[in-house]
């Protein structure tokens, strides 16, 4: 014999009928099936709802009760010839005549127990079953129904009855013994007392009723069909990459099942698997898909088979020098926890056996302290031990695989993609088989948890970075055309799968949580809202996503102002606004300091000379042990333009506003001739040497006369560069005569740094820089004699934007 299960999608409408029905139809023909059906879906939650609702005293529980009769009085108008419609409907309308009488009663007095809460719920899988038997005759097939009230009998443990084995094995195999029909089908998930009352085996316990079917007749096989394609490697609804597993073993089943895979109902494994009956999980709407075959230990060779979680989870922690070395502690709290019938899902112990915590559902919360605080009262007046603490809002994740024990690492993988991404471990526990290791996050983690490990274990070598880009200008729009561009690429050469998740201008911002699709970023900004850097933030925070990258593009200090927030909650920032780097020492340590405690990136690398490799180069020279002597830099393309072209005859003005006009300067070009950019540039050079200086610390040796550095407007400084002419002609003369030219020259050494214009000799580095060129030397113990050049475009949207790209995968590898 066979059993099959069809759950309560499977059973939800006509159409999915029809289709459970032509899966029967199809079986090997000449075996004999047992069908367990479970209620059609969303109605037990439903039945629930109307006696909870009718006892408050809220006359909406009807409501209920029409929304549930129209649901199954239209399925059998669909199902059925027309001809038998009365029939059927008045069979039905007779159970719901009593479910009506029952909340009636339960609104009069005002209290729904949970043994009247049985009754109510039965009536879902007593219906459906019921339509699906009467539809498997009218095609024909030899079927008959019959009360699984009959067969399986349990204690009086309503709403989770135990099952008594003895008499509900002997009672099935008496009636199958007899019974002629070759298709039998049973309400899932309600059973008996001895005394006849209806109970119910616990939510999701259709799965079980069949468990219980197949081993008392010893079936060949049990199938579960349901509305995915099997067992999967995560809860599909939360981990949208998850994958069917083809084979598991029983063992491995349970613990996923225990830890929240719902696919299957923990307690069904057990009575099956004692018979070594195999279970086979399949898709009524995908019948041709392989499923999921459970059965003995399989032969697989990967260690993780797959990852589930439980949410609405405390932990329990009962601590004090009182319980160190005396025996009884512990089983005194499970004691106590299971006198109040509250189930343990986890449990860890400190070696100092100075504490023990377990995890229980949120609901039995207060339930549990009660009763371990009163079990215990004697010893926390006595001061022994603490009042049991309790901890809510948190989340299980179960990383579960048989052949975890012969795998090392597998805990230090799953630390480290967790860490990574910034969640907090709260309690771990590794079962004694090493089948399982649970640990205990917050609530708000889960997800994101639950992706990141999936990507650990199942999705290697892709690797999701979610960017959240603030500044689509000149450099922003062209960094989002680059990863556009490279995203194929990235994908198959390194493996990274690269989202634009949020995306800002200085008035609007807009969110999608699956990435906003190339080229749609435009759209999705004027349909955006109002950008706000705080409302940026939290969103960027509340969607959680695993390597999570901020991207500021900006030169705003008020997006320089949140990096902090970012790192704090594990998202590196990229960054080529200079604002924070080159604020107060204490910012840019303080900074620094949170990228490494919180495991995230802080990148700032186009801070100085754009795309050019300048402070990674500087990094690696540190990092292997080099020490910075000198450092003697061009660092600003727009002044090198400018005195690249203010040579012969040329006039000062009229170079500077040719600079302007070409965009090479800021819309104020006292920004850039002021030497406050280069000086900027220079003090993260000489910070990022190990010293900590201040931009007071930098000798900024302007050739601005004031007069023209403090004028009151652009225009008004133009007029000032006229009135200095001479001066300025004075300098490039004075340099040309000793056949020189003049070059803005950034300098560090020996702790002290400076800006200023210089005049050099053909033969200096500078002499031969280019148009909007930057260069920077090194002098260091090991480039000594000569220095380690680094050279090429300082400036320009794009070098820039390819260097923010480096950086965000830097982060990410
Ligand atoms: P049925 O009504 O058929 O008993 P359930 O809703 O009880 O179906 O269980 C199936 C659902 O379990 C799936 O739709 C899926 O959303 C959820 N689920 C959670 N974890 C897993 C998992 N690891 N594999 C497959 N499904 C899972
Ligand atoms: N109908 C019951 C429930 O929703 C049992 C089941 O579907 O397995 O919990
Ligand atoms: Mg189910």
Not at 41 to 53: A, E, F, Y
Request: contains cysteine.
């Amino acid at each position: 014999m066979q059993v099959l299960k069809f759950g309560g999608t499977s059973v939800g409408n006509a159409k999915a009928i029809e289709k459970v029905c032509h899966i029967l139809q199809h079986h090997k023909p000449g075996g004999r099936y047992a069908i367990v059906v479970s209620a059609m879906s969303g109605v037990t939650d439903q039945l629930i709802q109307c006696g909870t609702l009718a006892a408050k005293g809220q006359e909406n529980y009807k409501r209920i009760l029409e929304d549930i009769e129209i649901k199954h009085f239209d399925t059998i108008r669909t199902l059925f010839p027309i001809t038998i419609h009365s029939g059927l409907i008045s069979q039905v309308k007779k159970r719901l005549n009593s479910l009506e009488t029952l909340a009636d009663g339960i609104f009069q007095v005002g209290e729904l127990s949970k043994r009247t809460l049985d009754k109510i719920m039965s009536f879902g899988e007593l219906v459906s079953s019921y339509l699906v038997a009467e539809k498997l005759k009218q095609l024909g097939l030899s079927a008959t129904w019959k009360d699984s009230r009959e067969l399986i009998l349990t204690d009086d443990r309503f709403g989770n009855a135990q099952v008594d084995f003895t008499a509900t094995n002997h009672q099935l195999q008496q009636f199958f013994a007899s019974s002629p029909a070759a298709y039998t089908v049973l309400p899932g998930f309600v059973a008996a007392t001895a005394e006849n009352e209806t109970t119910t085996l616990g939510r999701g316990g259709s799965d079980y009723t069949a468990a219980i079917v197949a081993a008392a007749v010893n079936a060949s096989l049990l199938d579960i069909w349901t509305d995915v394609s099997g067992m999967m490697t995560a809860d599909p609804r939360l981990v949208s990459q998850a994958l069917p597993i083809a084979h598991i073993s029983y063992e491995e089943a349970m613990e996923l099942s225990h830890f929240g895979a719902k696919v299957i109902y923990p307690p069904t494994i057990q009575p099956v698997m004692n018979k070594r009956i195999p279970i086979w999980i399949k898709n009524t709407f995908a019948p041709d898909d392989h499923g999921t075959l459970i059965q003995n230990s399989t032969e697989r060779n990967y260690p993780v088979t797959g990852i589930s979680g439980i949410q609405h989870i405390a932990l329990l922690t009962l601590e004090g020098s009182g319980m160190v070395g005396i025996p009884g502690f512990s089983k005194r709290l499970f004691d106590a926890l299971l006198h109040a019938r509250i189930n343990v899902i986890l449990i860890t112990q400190s070696s100092s056996e100075h504490s023990i915590t377990v995890g229980i559902h949120e609901a039995d919360m207060l339930k549990a302290k009660a009763a371990v605080d009163d079990e215990f009262g004697q010893e926390i007046h006595e001061k022994k031990i603490e009042p049991l603490l309790v901890e809510r809002d948190l989340s299980i994740i179960a990383v579960v695989g048989d052949k975890m024990k012969n795998h090392h690492g597998t805990s230090g993988k799953l630390f480290g993609a967790l860490g990574r991404n910034g969640i907090n471990i709260r309690a771990i526990a590794q079962g004694s088989t090493e089948k399982n290791i649970s640990t205990v996050i917050h609530k708000n983690d889960i997800k994101k948890a639950l992706n990141v490990l999936h990507e650990a274990f199942f999705e290697t070598p892709t690797k999701q970075v979610n960017l959240f880009i603030a500044g689509v200008g000149n450099v922003g729009s062209k960094l989002l055309e680059q990863l556009h561009q490279q995203h194929a690429y990235l994908e198959s050469e390194l493996g990274l799968h690269i989202r634009v998740i949020g995306v800002a201008n200085s008035k609007q911002m807009a969110f999608r949580e699956k990435g906003i699709a190339s080229g749609e970023w435009r759209d999705a900004l004027v349909a955006g809202d109002q950008m706000e850097m705080s409302a940026f933030v939290q969103q960027a925070k509340k969607l959680n996503l695993r390597n999570s990258v901020f991207v500021d593009n900006t030169a705003s200090p008020a997006v320089a102002a949140v990096y902090s927030e970012f790192l704090q909650h594990g998202i590196s920032v990229v960054t080529c606004n200079k604002i924070a780097c080159s604020s107060g020492y204490a910012n840019y340590k303080k900074l620094k300091d949170l990228a490494r405690q919180f495991n995230a990136s802080f990148l700032f690398e186009t801070n100085v000379g754009a795309g050019l490799p300048v402070i990674n180069t500087l990094n690696d020279m540190i990092r292997s042990g080099d020490q910075v002597r000198s450092i003697q830099a061009v660092l600003s393309g727009s002044l090198n333009f400018v005195f690249n072209h203010f040579v012969g005859n040329a006039n000062f003005r009229d170079v500077v506003k040719a600079a302007q006009d070409e965009g090479y300067t800021e819309p104020d070009p006292r920004i850039d001739l002021s030497g406050v950019d280069v000086a900027r540039k220079i003090l993260i050079l000489a910070r990022e040497s190990g010293v900590p200086l201040e931009m007071e610390d930098i000798v900024n040796n302007s050739f601005l006369p004031e007069a023209a550095l403090y004028a009151p407007s652009v225009p008004a400084f133009y007029e000032q560069l006229d009135v200095f002419a001479d001066y300025f002609n004075g300098l490039r003369n004075a340099a040309e005569k000793e056949g020189k030219r003049l070059k803005f020259v950034a300098a560090y050494e020996d702790g002290k740094a400076s800006v200023g214009l210089q005049a050099v000799g053909p033969d200096h580095p500078f002499y031969n820089l280019q148009g909007k060129d930057n260069i920077v030397l090194f002098t260091t113990a090991r480039y000594a004699e000569q220095p380690l050049m680094v050279k090429g475009a300082g400036a320009g949207a794009d070098v820039t934007a390819s260097g923010i790209f480096a950086d965000i995968i830097r982060t990410a590898r």
